[in-house]
Nanobody
Framework: QLQLVESGGGAVQAGGSLRLSCTAS????????MGWFRQAPGKEREFVAA????????SYADSVKGRFRISRDNGKNMGYLQMNSLKPEDTAVYYC??????????????????WGQGTQVTVSS
């Protein structure tokens, strides 16, 4: 099993920044694609960003391109989501996920087998 724990959420004004962290333990985190998803109240969970196991390939939802940056540090079993220029519509619970063992594909269609419990991000106008 791979356990994932998110942290770094909080409340921020529009235009501000937050950095989410995902701490992994258990199985070899470095072998998996890591993704970030979010779910706003009354809406379905949506893909935000993903990064392959080497950290060299990334994928972003159009709504966050140019504002968010995903990264990982396999030596520390950590993943990150740097969120800049936040908007009220970014308000959601953000989830870290992992799957796609050694996958060459990076994106929302990976079978993400492992999920964190989520961290709340609230952006006020």
């Amino acid at each position: 099993q791979l356990q994932l724990v998110e942290s770094g959420g909080g409340a921020v004004q529009a235009g501000g920044s937050l950095r989410l962290s995902c701490t992994a333990s258990g199985r070899t985190f470095s072998s998996y694609v890591m993704g970030w998803f979010r779910q706003a109240p009354g809406k379905e969970r949506e893909f935000v960003a993903a990064i392959n196991w080497t950290g060299r390939r990334t994928s972003y939802a159009d709504s966050v391109k140019g504002r968010f940056r995903i990264s990982r540090d396999n030596g520390k079993n950590m993943g990150y989501l740097q969120m800049n220029s936040l908007k009220p519509e970014d308000t959601a619970v953000y989830y870290c996920a992992a799957g796609g063992l050694y996958s060459a594909y990076v994106g929302p269609s990976i079978e993400y087998n492992y999920w964190g419990q989520g961290t709340q991000v609230t952006v006020s106008s």
